[in-house]
Protein backbone atom coordinates (compact mmCIF):
# COMPACT_ATOMS: atom_id res chain seq x y z
CA UNK A 1 0.00 0.00 0.00
CA UNK A 2 1.62 3.34 -0.74
CA UNK A 3 2.67 5.91 2.20
CA UNK A 4 0.09 8.29 1.75
CA UNK A 5 -2.77 5.83 1.58
CA UNK A 6 -1.31 4.19 4.81
CA UNK A 7 -1.17 7.39 6.10
CA UNK A 8 -4.54 8.17 5.52
CA UNK A 9 -6.10 4.66 6.46
CA UNK A 10 -4.07 5.30 10.08
CA UNK A 11 -5.95 8.44 10.56
CA UNK A 12 -9.06 7.24 9.94
CA UNK A 13 -8.60 4.41 12.28
CA UNK A 14 -7.43 6.94 15.05
CA UNK A 15 -10.58 9.14 14.91
CA UNK A 16 -12.89 6.47 14.33
CA UNK A 17 -12.10 3.33 16.50
CA UNK A 18 -13.26 3.67 19.96
CA UNK A 19 -11.19 3.14 23.16
CA UNK A 20 -11.53 -0.68 24.29
CA UNK A 21 -12.47 -1.49 28.01
CA UNK A 22 -10.28 -3.89 29.88
CA UNK A 23 -12.19 -7.11 30.73
CA UNK A 24 -12.62 -8.10 34.46
CA UNK A 25 -11.25 -10.79 35.70
CA UNK A 26 -13.23 -13.27 38.07
CA UNK A 27 -11.92 -12.67 41.60
CA UNK A 28 -9.53 -15.50 42.72
CA UNK A 29 -9.25 -15.85 39.23
CA UNK A 30 -5.17 -15.20 39.45
CA UNK A 31 -4.45 -16.68 42.62
CA UNK A 32 -1.79 -20.06 41.73
CA UNK A 33 -4.19 -22.53 42.94
CA UNK A 34 -6.90 -21.65 40.90
CA UNK A 35 -4.62 -21.56 37.26
CA UNK A 36 -3.43 -25.26 38.40
CA UNK A 37 -7.33 -26.07 38.87
CA UNK A 38 -7.87 -24.76 35.36
CA UNK A 39 -4.71 -26.27 33.96
CA UNK A 40 -5.16 -29.63 35.66
CA UNK A 41 -9.12 -29.99 34.58
CA UNK A 42 -10.25 -31.99 31.33
CA UNK A 43 -12.22 -29.65 28.69
CA UNK A 44 -15.35 -30.95 28.31
CA UNK A 45 -16.59 -32.86 25.25
CA UNK A 46 -18.59 -31.11 22.73
CA UNK A 47 -20.63 -32.56 20.03
CA UNK A 48 -19.52 -31.64 16.39
CA UNK A 49 -22.40 -29.54 15.72
CA UNK A 50 -21.78 -27.26 18.73
CA UNK A 51 -18.08 -27.12 18.17
CA UNK A 52 -19.06 -26.38 14.09
CA UNK A 53 -21.60 -23.45 15.54
CA UNK A 54 -18.62 -21.71 17.59
CA UNK A 55 -16.22 -22.00 14.67
CA UNK A 56 -16.02 -18.53 13.10
CA UNK A 57 -16.65 -19.33 9.18
CA UNK A 58 -13.03 -19.48 7.44
CA UNK A 59 -12.74 -15.97 4.41
CA UNK A 60 -11.60 -17.16 1.10
CA UNK A 61 -9.39 -14.86 -0.94
CA UNK A 62 -7.78 -11.49 0.38
CA UNK A 63 -9.58 -9.37 2.87
CA UNK A 64 -10.90 -6.95 1.23
CA UNK A 65 -8.91 -3.93 1.67
CA UNK A 66 -10.12 -0.99 -0.57
CA UNK A 67 -13.60 -1.11 1.13
CA UNK A 68 -12.05 -0.58 4.51
CA UNK A 69 -10.19 2.63 3.17
CA UNK A 70 -12.81 4.15 1.69
CA UNK A 71 -14.58 3.58 4.99
CA UNK A 72 -11.78 4.76 6.55
CA UNK A 73 -11.88 7.94 3.91
CA UNK A 74 -15.23 8.67 4.42
CA UNK A 75 -14.95 9.23 8.09
CA UNK A 76 -12.09 11.61 7.99
CA UNK A 77 -12.89 15.41 7.56
CA UNK A 78 -13.26 17.08 4.09
CA UNK A 79 -10.34 18.89 4.37
CA UNK A 80 -7.79 15.49 6.16
CA UNK A 81 -9.10 14.28 2.03
CA UNK A 82 -7.77 17.17 0.26
CA UNK A 83 -4.79 16.63 2.22
CA UNK A 84 -4.53 13.20 1.44
CA UNK A 85 -5.35 13.74 -2.47
CA UNK A 86 -2.47 16.98 -2.53
CA UNK A 87 0.00 14.27 -0.17
CA UNK A 88 -0.59 11.34 -3.02
CA UNK A 89 0.30 13.69 -5.69
CA UNK A 90 3.76 14.61 -4.19
CA UNK A 91 4.62 11.22 -3.47
CA UNK A 92 3.76 10.71 -7.30
CA UNK A 93 6.29 13.07 -8.32
CA UNK A 94 8.66 12.06 -5.98
CA UNK A 95 8.16 8.95 -7.59
CA UNK A 96 8.51 10.24 -11.16
CA UNK A 97 11.69 11.80 -10.45
CA UNK A 98 13.52 9.08 -9.54
CA UNK A 99 12.80 7.30 -13.40
CA UNK A 100 16.28 7.16 -14.65
CA UNK A 101 17.43 6.59 -18.84
CA UNK A 102 15.51 7.42 -21.25
CA UNK A 103 12.07 8.03 -18.79
CA UNK A 104 14.06 10.98 -17.45
CA UNK A 105 11.88 13.10 -19.96
CA UNK A 106 8.66 11.36 -19.08
CA UNK A 107 9.35 11.72 -15.22
CA UNK A 108 10.29 14.98 -15.37
CA UNK A 109 6.87 15.54 -17.49
CA UNK A 110 4.75 13.68 -15.09
CA UNK A 111 6.35 15.29 -11.56
CA UNK A 112 5.53 18.69 -12.73
CA UNK A 113 2.02 17.94 -13.83
CA UNK A 114 1.29 16.29 -9.95
CA UNK A 115 3.43 19.63 -8.28
CA UNK A 116 1.03 21.84 -10.72
CA UNK A 117 -2.10 20.05 -8.95
CA UNK A 118 -0.63 19.73 -5.16
CA UNK A 119 -0.52 23.42 -5.92
CA UNK A 120 -3.89 23.46 -6.94
CA UNK A 121 -4.99 21.69 -4.20
CA UNK A 122 -3.13 24.11 -1.42
CA UNK A 123 -5.20 26.99 -3.05
CA UNK A 124 -8.55 25.32 -2.20
CA UNK A 125 -7.64 26.00 1.18
CA UNK A 126 -5.07 28.59 1.17
CA UNK A 127 -6.96 30.88 3.58
CA UNK A 128 -7.81 28.25 6.34
CA UNK A 129 -4.24 26.85 6.24
CA UNK A 130 -2.04 29.43 7.98
CA UNK A 131 1.03 31.66 6.98
CA UNK A 132 2.84 28.31 5.86
CA UNK A 133 0.62 27.57 2.70
CA UNK A 134 1.73 30.69 0.96
CA UNK A 135 5.61 29.76 1.91
CA UNK A 136 4.80 25.70 0.83
CA UNK A 137 2.94 27.15 -2.47
CA UNK A 138 5.96 29.15 -3.20
CA UNK A 139 8.67 26.83 -2.84
CA UNK A 140 6.48 24.09 -5.12
CA UNK A 141 6.65 26.61 -7.46
CA UNK A 142 10.49 27.20 -7.72
CA UNK A 143 10.75 23.03 -7.99
CA UNK A 144 8.81 23.21 -10.64
CA UNK A 145 10.41 26.47 -12.34
CA UNK A 146 13.73 24.60 -11.59
CA UNK A 147 12.52 21.82 -14.01
CA UNK A 148 10.93 23.21 -17.06
CA UNK A 149 14.78 23.49 -19.02
CA UNK A 150 13.91 19.67 -18.91
CA UNK A 151 10.67 19.43 -19.76
CA UNK A 152 10.69 22.18 -22.44
CA UNK A 153 13.37 20.25 -24.20
CA UNK A 154 10.70 17.15 -23.57
CA UNK A 155 7.45 19.51 -25.23
CA UNK A 156 9.12 21.01 -27.65
CA UNK A 157 9.71 17.31 -29.05
CA UNK A 158 6.24 16.06 -28.34
CA UNK A 159 5.03 18.99 -30.42
CA UNK A 160 6.93 18.55 -33.65
CA UNK A 161 5.51 14.82 -33.34
CA UNK A 162 1.85 15.68 -32.62
CA UNK A 163 2.34 17.70 -35.91
CA UNK A 164 4.40 15.00 -37.91
CA UNK A 165 1.49 12.92 -37.43
CA UNK A 166 -1.07 15.38 -39.13
CA UNK A 167 -1.86 16.36 -42.71
CA UNK A 168 1.30 18.27 -44.15
CA UNK A 169 2.67 19.58 -47.33
CA UNK A 170 6.03 17.24 -48.13
CA UNK A 171 8.04 20.21 -47.81
CA UNK A 172 6.18 21.21 -44.21
CA UNK A 173 6.85 17.37 -43.50
CA UNK A 174 10.52 17.34 -44.64
CA UNK A 175 11.34 20.80 -42.20
CA UNK A 176 9.30 19.99 -39.19
CA UNK A 177 11.32 16.27 -39.32
CA UNK A 178 14.87 17.93 -39.57
CA UNK A 179 13.57 19.97 -36.77
CA UNK A 180 12.43 17.14 -34.92
CA UNK A 181 15.89 15.51 -34.71
CA UNK A 182 17.48 18.69 -33.75
CA UNK A 183 14.97 19.31 -31.01
CA UNK A 184 15.94 15.65 -29.99
CA UNK A 185 19.53 16.47 -29.76
CA UNK A 186 18.73 19.43 -27.33
CA UNK A 187 16.64 17.19 -25.93
CA UNK A 188 19.59 14.58 -24.94
CA UNK A 189 21.91 17.35 -24.25
CA UNK A 190 19.66 18.75 -21.44
CA UNK A 191 18.85 15.62 -20.11
CA UNK A 192 23.12 14.71 -19.63
CA UNK A 193 23.51 18.26 -18.28
CA UNK A 194 20.98 17.53 -15.29
CA UNK A 195 22.59 14.30 -14.55
CA UNK A 196 25.93 16.19 -14.13
CA UNK A 197 24.37 18.80 -12.35
CA UNK A 198 22.01 16.90 -9.78
CA UNK A 199 22.50 12.73 -10.29
CA UNK A 200 19.12 10.69 -10.04
CA UNK A 201 17.15 14.56 -9.56
CA UNK A 202 18.63 13.70 -6.05
CA UNK A 203 18.79 17.45 -4.70
CA UNK A 204 15.14 18.05 -5.79
CA UNK A 205 13.23 14.61 -4.43
CA UNK A 206 15.39 16.06 -1.16
CA UNK A 207 13.56 19.14 -1.32
CA UNK A 208 10.51 18.06 -2.75
CA UNK A 209 10.52 15.46 0.84
CA UNK A 210 10.55 18.26 2.78
CA UNK A 211 7.94 20.55 1.23
CA UNK A 212 5.75 17.24 1.58
CA UNK A 213 5.91 17.23 5.34
CA UNK A 214 5.20 20.76 5.25
CA UNK A 215 2.30 20.55 3.60
CA UNK A 216 0.90 17.65 5.88
CA UNK A 217 1.21 19.56 9.32
CA UNK A 218 -1.21 22.04 8.02
CA UNK A 219 -4.50 22.50 10.03
CA UNK A 220 -6.53 20.72 7.00
CA UNK A 221 -8.86 18.89 8.91
CA UNK A 222 -10.21 22.77 10.39
CA UNK A 223 -11.10 23.81 6.72
CA UNK A 224 -14.60 24.57 5.99
CA UNK A 225 -16.72 24.45 2.52
CA UNK A 226 -16.77 28.19 2.71
CA UNK A 227 -12.97 27.54 1.78
CA UNK A 228 -12.43 26.00 -1.03
CA UNK A 229 -16.00 27.40 -2.44
CA UNK A 230 -14.69 30.88 -2.07
CA UNK A 231 -11.30 29.65 -4.20
CA UNK A 232 -13.27 27.95 -7.01
CA UNK A 233 -15.43 31.21 -7.33
CA UNK A 234 -12.08 33.03 -7.15
CA UNK A 235 -10.62 30.66 -10.01
CA UNK A 236 -13.89 30.50 -12.08
CA UNK A 237 -13.56 34.61 -12.37
CA UNK A 238 -9.61 34.70 -12.71
CA UNK A 239 -10.61 32.28 -15.99
CA UNK A 240 -13.36 34.84 -17.51
CA UNK A 241 -10.93 37.71 -17.17
CA UNK A 242 -7.67 36.26 -18.52
CA UNK A 243 -10.04 34.93 -21.42
CA UNK A 244 -11.42 38.85 -22.19
CA UNK A 245 -7.99 39.65 -21.92
CA UNK A 246 -6.54 37.42 -24.70
CA UNK A 247 -9.17 37.75 -27.26
CA UNK A 248 -9.08 41.60 -26.70
CA UNK A 249 -5.01 41.82 -26.90
CA UNK A 250 -4.18 38.70 -28.67
CA UNK A 251 -1.04 38.77 -26.75
CA UNK A 252 0.93 35.84 -26.42
CA UNK A 253 1.39 36.15 -22.28
CA UNK A 254 -2.49 37.20 -22.08
CA UNK A 255 -3.27 33.83 -24.14
CA UNK A 256 -0.33 31.50 -21.51
CA UNK A 257 -1.79 33.48 -18.95
CA UNK A 258 -5.64 32.22 -19.63
CA UNK A 259 -4.30 28.76 -20.17
CA UNK A 260 -2.61 28.63 -16.79
CA UNK A 261 -5.99 29.72 -15.01
CA UNK A 262 -7.71 27.03 -16.77
CA UNK A 263 -5.63 24.52 -16.28
CA UNK A 264 -5.47 25.63 -12.67
CA UNK A 265 -9.42 25.40 -12.76
CA UNK A 266 -9.05 21.62 -14.26
CA UNK A 267 -6.85 20.85 -11.57
CA UNK A 268 -9.27 22.14 -8.32
CA UNK A 269 -12.13 19.70 -9.96
CA UNK A 270 -10.02 16.69 -10.14
CA UNK A 271 -9.13 17.37 -6.14
CA UNK A 272 -12.50 17.69 -5.05
CA UNK A 273 -13.71 15.13 -6.68
CA UNK A 274 -10.96 12.95 -5.58
CA UNK A 275 -11.76 13.94 -1.55
CA UNK A 276 -15.89 13.42 -2.63
CA UNK A 277 -17.10 16.65 -2.90
CA UNK A 278 -17.51 16.96 -6.45
CA UNK A 279 -20.71 18.91 -5.93
CA UNK A 280 -18.74 21.95 -5.15
CA UNK A 281 -16.60 20.88 -8.45
CA UNK A 282 -16.66 23.54 -11.18
CA UNK A 283 -17.70 22.58 -14.66
CA UNK A 284 -16.46 23.66 -17.56
CA UNK A 285 -15.31 23.10 -21.28
CA UNK A 286 -12.53 20.32 -20.98
CA UNK A 287 -11.95 20.40 -24.91
CA UNK A 288 -11.37 24.06 -24.67
CA UNK A 289 -8.63 23.59 -22.18
CA UNK A 290 -6.99 20.83 -24.14
CA UNK A 291 -7.29 23.36 -27.16
CA UNK A 292 -5.57 26.10 -25.58
CA UNK A 293 -3.13 23.67 -24.04
CA UNK A 294 -1.92 22.91 -28.00
CA UNK A 295 -2.16 26.94 -28.82
CA UNK A 296 0.71 26.99 -25.77
CA UNK A 297 2.85 24.15 -27.74
CA UNK A 298 3.22 25.97 -30.87
CA UNK A 299 4.37 29.38 -28.74
CA UNK A 300 6.84 27.13 -27.33
CA UNK A 301 7.99 26.30 -31.10
CA UNK A 302 8.13 29.61 -31.83
CA UNK A 303 9.83 30.74 -28.88
CA UNK A 304 12.99 27.60 -29.83
CA UNK A 305 13.42 29.72 -33.24
CA UNK A 306 15.08 32.82 -31.66
CA UNK A 307 18.18 33.01 -29.59
CA UNK A 308 19.90 29.87 -28.22
CA UNK A 309 17.87 28.18 -31.10
CA UNK A 310 18.31 23.89 -31.40
CA UNK A 311 17.50 24.36 -35.31
CA UNK A 312 19.43 25.74 -37.97
CA UNK A 313 19.46 29.12 -38.95
CA UNK A 314 18.59 29.13 -42.53
CA UNK A 315 15.20 26.96 -41.49
CA UNK A 316 14.30 29.19 -38.37
CA UNK A 317 12.60 31.64 -40.90
CA UNK A 318 10.68 28.59 -42.49
CA UNK A 319 9.40 27.32 -38.94
CA UNK A 320 8.62 30.46 -37.66
CA UNK A 321 6.12 31.10 -40.54
CA UNK A 322 4.79 27.49 -40.31
CA UNK A 323 4.31 27.94 -36.29
CA UNK A 324 2.38 31.05 -36.85
CA UNK A 325 0.11 30.11 -38.85
CA UNK A 326 -0.79 27.21 -37.22
CA UNK A 327 -0.94 29.48 -33.95
CA UNK A 328 -3.45 31.73 -35.79
CA UNK A 329 -5.54 28.91 -36.50
CA UNK A 330 -5.34 27.27 -33.33
CA UNK A 331 -6.28 30.29 -31.67
CA UNK A 332 -9.54 31.25 -34.18
CA UNK A 333 -10.59 27.38 -33.65
CA UNK A 334 -10.67 28.35 -29.73
CA UNK A 335 -12.58 31.50 -29.78
CA UNK A 336 -15.07 29.81 -31.76
CA UNK A 337 -15.87 27.29 -29.28
CA UNK A 338 -16.49 30.10 -26.51
CA UNK A 339 -15.13 30.36 -22.86
CA UNK A 340 -14.17 27.59 -20.33
CA UNK A 341 -18.36 27.45 -18.90
CA UNK A 342 -18.91 28.85 -15.41
CA UNK A 343 -21.86 26.93 -13.96
Known amino acids: MPQAEVEAVAEGAESAAPSAAPRARPRGSDRPGAQARRAASPAPAESGRAAAARTPPQRTGSPDRRGDTDAAKAARPPGQRLRAHATREIDQALDALGWGGNRIHAGVHLARKNLRRARATLALGANGLGP ?186 ALKAFARGELAAARERIQGGGAPAQA
Not at 228 to 243: F, T
Not at 245 to 265: K, Q, T
Open 132 to 317: GAALVDRELRALNRDLSPLRDAHALVETLDRLLRGELAPQARTLLARARRAAAAARAAAARRSREDDPGLGRRRALLQVLRAALRAMPWAQLQPGHWREAVAASLQRVARAGERARASGGDEDWHDWRRRARRLSQQQRALKSAGLGADAPKFDKRQIERLGEAQDLNLLLDHCGKGSPFAKAERG
